[in-house]
């Protein structure tokens, strides 16, 4: 497995971002191309061309964009509109060579209902059109356990919408254990984010820095805080089980550091480096 970052953790641009993943030894990085430098409008042949120079000549390549408009597909008349951005979106990954778009799609509903349909038509549209181009729509792990988004993926009949999974985002928000997960998503994954932290009612001795002031368990509940991201290894995803569990279903992809909050965030992802380097090692996952 290789160890790659999302570039907008570090806060900062395109660039810059790129040369501070090298820095940190990482052999790839994600990207948005819904916001910012790289949106498909954008990206003319000559910049695309000075994207790639900028992230080759560090020794990297893209270990897949990310296509996330935050809406998800369960409203027909968004649906018209950014089921066709996100086609561009994929265009953009095969142009820059990932030929995979991770994307939220919104919670999929455990029963069948009217929303379910709507984000299954959308989603089949994604997929048959990734199938045809040879790429991947990767959903993000999380609004719903595993077995849930599995069995959605089983319905649409085609293959080209795939899995980002997310560790932390099963654990923070439903309470399913990655390797539970991956028995029923393990054949779709062809990404991951690197993430960690703790479903807040599961661990009451939990604070969070505040302005200037750790909160408590109690009052982070108040404020309406249901879970936190942590740097890796401080949180509940146990990666010496999920990680020899996501190589059993034959992935050897990227480990994509993602850091969205704390105020250290170059700190913490050299920290996740330097723990998914260890882990690699010891499970000779590399």
């Known amino acids: 497995m290789k160890i790659g970052v999302m570039v907008e953790s570090f806060r900062s641009d395109f660039r810059t971002g790129v040369e501070k993943a090298a820095a940190l030894g990482a052999a790839g990085i994600q990207a948005y191309a819904t916001f910012g430098e790289l949106v498909p409008e954008n990206m003319t042949p000559a910049k695309i061309k000075e994207t790639l120079d900028i992230v080759h000549s560090h020794g990297l390549v893209f270990s897949a964009l990310c296509g996330d408009y935050g809406c998800g597909f369960a409203n027909p008349e968004k649906n018209a509109i950014y089921v066709e951005k996100s086609k561009r979106v994929l265009d953009l990954s095969i142009e820059l060579g990932c030929k995979i778009v991770t994307t939220h799609i919104g919670v999929v509903p455990e029963e069948e209902n009217e929303r379910k349909e709507i984000m299954r038509k959308a989603c089949r549209e994604l997929a048959e059109y990734a199938d045809s181009v ?9 609004p719903e356990k595993g077995k849930i988004l599995g069995e959605f993926l089983d319905s649409l009949g085609a293959q080209g919408v795939r899995v980002n999974f997310d560790p932390a985002n099963l654990v923070m928000c439903v309470d399913d254990r990655p390797e539970e997960a991956l028995k029923y998503l393990g054949k779709y994954v062809v ?4 993430k960690d932290g703790i479903m807040l009612k599961k661990r009451i001795e939990a604070k969070l820095a505040i302005g200037e002031e750790a909160k408590e368990h109690a009052a982070l509940l108040e404020m309406g805080h249901k879970y936190l991201e942590l740097p890796l290894g401080e949180g509940d995803v146990n990666f010496d089980v999920y990680l020899p569990a996501l190589a059993a279903t034959g992935y050897d992809g990227f480990l994509t550091i ?10 913490d992802i050299g ?16």
């Open 134 to 142: 040879g790429a991947a729509f990767a959903v993000e792990t999380g």
């Open 191 to 194: 990404h991951t984010h690197a």
């Open 258 to 267: 993602e850091r969205e909050v704390g105020e250290t965030p170059e700190k």
């Open 271 to 286: 920290m996740a480096a330097d723990f998914l380097r260890e882990k690699i090692a010891k499970f000779n996952l590399g």
